[in-house]
């Protein structure tokens, strides 16, 4: 099985360096021009089934490729992206959020924690690989999910982890 994992195109508040979290941001026009190259990448990757988080940014950068591959596309709540609660809408940089952020067990306020995110994700992994097992498929979420998924097929340092991000459209390729 081959499991491709992809960040959404850019989206306003990605521009603004702002938390997104579980707001439903849509994409800007170079997120869209990112999903259609992503598209043209994947084209010739014989994916069979696309799985996107729910929120518009991912779903319709899920859409741009499904239009090239062919591929049907589904949503999964498990693929949403971190709940940063009260953290939402504010600077990604804000000292506040830096002191919550880096905190593996600490909810932020009014969201969740990077454990609860990661036992969702990790079990929606391990869903896919036993159901998917002789397929090629794609999944299109997030940024602090993509922390997520790399950390389920690769070992890593807690400061590789924080500092581990999916630039937008980018392709990373994992073996299950």
């Known amino acids: 099985m081959k499991i491709y994992y992809t960040r959404h195109g850019q989206s306003r508040w990605n521009l603004e360096r702002k938390l997104c979290g579980r707001i439903d941001i849509g994409l800007t026009e170079k997120g869209l021009e990112q999903a259609r190259e992503l598209a043209e990448k994947a084209s010739g990757l014989e994916i069979d089934l696309i799985i996107s988080s729910p929120l518009k940014r991912a779903r319709d950068t899920a859409e741009e490729v499904s239009k090239k591959c062919g591929a049907p596309v589904i949503t999964d709540e498990r693929l949403l992206e971190m ?9 990604f940089y804000g000292e506040a959020f830096r002191k919550v952020n880096n905190q593996i067990a600490m909810r932020f306020p009014g969201g969740e924690s990077r454990l609860d995110a990661a036992c969702r994700v990790y079990a929606f992994l391990d869903e896919i690989k036993e159901k998917y097992a002789d397929k090629t498929v794609l ?3 997030h940024g602090g999910i993509s ?3 790399n950390s389920y097929f ?3 340092t807690n400061d ?4 581990y991000i999916l630039p ?4 990373k390729e994992y073996k299950a």
């Open 168 to 171: 937008n459209c980018e392709l």
């Open 154 to 156: 690769e070992d890593m």
């Open 83 to 91: 709940n940063y609660g009260d953290f939402e809408g504010t600077d």
């Open 147 to 149: 922390k997520l998924v």
């Open 139 to 141: 999944l299109v979420a």
């Open 160 to 163: 590789e982890f924080f500092d």
